[in-house]
């Protein structure tokens, strides 16, 4: 898969990024990987600006129940609980 | 049908701990789960539905299904994964109903979608091809406040709302409600190969608009 065989190259590397954070590259592909981030600055910034949109979806407040929802659902719970 | 019914996780002691709390008609345990499950319920019905609104219905349409099929339930999967495949079939039902029917196949990621628009790269006829033509910004090198302010929040939620949805259920799943991968398969049964595409995906776009937002 690799333009060449013994490096990947920059735009190889932004399609593994994702999965070198999640672990799940493959050990060699891995090495070809951190070995890249040795010499590349562009790269290396181009993994922290995913580290970061990580982080900051992480930021994303998860929803609130809606008071009518919940009600609602608390109703059904008290019926379901008598039946 | 991607995942083999036998590598499903079955319920986790706290899960059935928690199964027992909600037979016995703990209220205050339903509302946790309730208020713990609904971004991500909300989530996985917009892969199927069009409007928050029908959304909010199939939400609640599959609580009542969860209460009828509570007592049957025998922990062989997850108690979320049971809950949100209620849900996923709900979804799928008014989905179809509302004509946005969206197949198994469909949820796989199509085509070949670059995670860098590729001309930021050098072609084949330049020195070193395939890398930067110029460098992407170092963010580190920004003020605090900008990477982590509020509006940089809103660019990123804005960012999400607009992806294709299996790719918005996945990000939302894992990065915002921080499902395990495991679950977004067994939920939305995809492999987990196709889950770390679309996250990566997702991902990707998301930090392009962050790109567009602080370079600018």
Known sequence: ?83 | MTRAAAHERRATAEELELLGLLRAGDERAFEELVTEYYGTMIAVALTYVRTRAVAEEVVQEAWLGVLKGLDRFEGRSSLKTWVLRILVNIAKTRGTREARSVPFASLAPEGDEPAVDPERFRGPGDGFPGHWRSYPANWHALPEDVVHGQETLRVALRAIERLPPAQRTVIVMRDIQGCEPEEVCEVLEVSEGNQRVLLHRARSRVRQALEEHLDA
Not at chain 1, 53 to 64: A, F, H, L, N, P
């Open chain 1, 1 to 83: 898969m690799h333009e060449s065989g013994e490096h990947v190259t920059c735009r190889e590397v932004v399609e593994l990024a994702s999965d070198y954070l999640e672990r799940a590259l493959p050990a060699d592909e891995a090495t070809l990987f951190e070995q890249h981030l040795n010499f590349c600055d562009g790269c290396l910034w181009y993994l922290e600006q995913i580290r970061a949109t990580v982080e900051t979806v992480g930021r994303i407040r998860e929803e609130d129940v809606p008071p009518e929802t919940r009600d609602k659902l608390l109703t059904a719970f008290r019926d379901w609980k008598r039946s």
